[in-house]
């Protein structure tokens, strides 16, 4: 009986955390990365043609331990790629429908568009720069 309701008031507890945690939103945030599996990158594509740009989407929020770890990867990739990239942030604690039109689980979450504006390529957790990197070399940015 004792064990019944321990492992009823354990589930209990754990109901009353998800409910926390969704009622928080995407503000549920891990330092670990969600990494996308390597046979879901784009395929590798020729360079992109003058006045083309590919889009590096960070969506966030300030204050996230994760989320403020791009912001030099977000600046690295403005520097090096500026005129065949386009980054952007968004803030989701303060634009929380950006988060569901995007589908966001949890933050930060990059998503790369190609220059149609087609997503290419979506991952969660903080992304390293060289990471980036190779992501956008696949989609053409020399």
Known sequence: ????????????VSAVGVLALWTLGVENVTDRA???SASSAPAASKPLAPG???????????GCKPCEAMKPV????RERYGKQVAVTFHDVKVNRSI????GIRLIPTQI???PEGNEVF???GFFALGDVEA???KLGVR
Not at 74 to 77: D, K, Q, S
Not at 99 to 102: L, S, V
């Open 135 to 137: 992501i956008l070399q």
């Open 99 to 102: 988060a569901r039109d995007w």
């Open 74 to 77: 977000m600046a690295a990739v």
């Open 112 to 114: 790369f568009l190609d």
């Open 52 to 62: 083309q740009k590919v889009t590096f989407l960070e969506l966030g929020s300030v």
């Open 122 to 124: 979506r991952h969660e």
């Open 34 to 36: 969600f990494a996308t």
């Open 1 to 12: 009986m004792k064990r019944a309701l321990g492992i009823g008031f354990l589930a209990a």
